[in-house]
């Protein structure tokens, strides 16, 4: 499995982004596809997952509200809306798939940078 991520960008607070998370191979319904981000001098975080066959959701309770994330099975994309993006959304975002929402993650993408401006 090889996870390609893309779309960050320097946006104003306040503004929107999205990014996606291509995968190559097989993806199985009971797999996760999830986004996590680190910020400088920070420990990296759990910001959403998906249940790649039903496609329920997790999001951490810090973007709860304003992030959106969905998937396309058919292009095995995964989609993470972000809106009302604030300063401290600015990080290193990282899409990877696994096992269960939070945790045991085997696959991880390169990450893509998101600059939050004030």
């Known amino acids: 499995v090889q996870l390609q991520a893309s779309g960050g960008g320097l946006v104003q607070a306040g503004g929107s982004l999205t990014l996606s998370c291509a995968g190559s191979?097989?993806?199985?319904?009971?797999?996760?596809r999830g986004w996590f981000r680190q910020a400088p001098g920070k420990e990296r975080e759990f910001v959403a997952a998906i249940r790649w066959g039903a496609g329920t959701t997790d999001y951490s309770d810090s973007v709860k509200g304003r992030f959106t994330l969905s998937r396309d099975r058919a292009k095995n994309t995964a989609y993470l809306q972000m809106n009302s993006l604030k300063p401290e959304d600015t990080a290193v975002y990282y899409c990877a798939q696994g096992t269960y929402y939070r945790s045991d993650y085997r696959y991880w993408g390169q990450g893509t940078q998101v600059t939050v401006s004030s």
């Open positions: 191979g097989s993806t199985y319904s009971s797999s996760v």
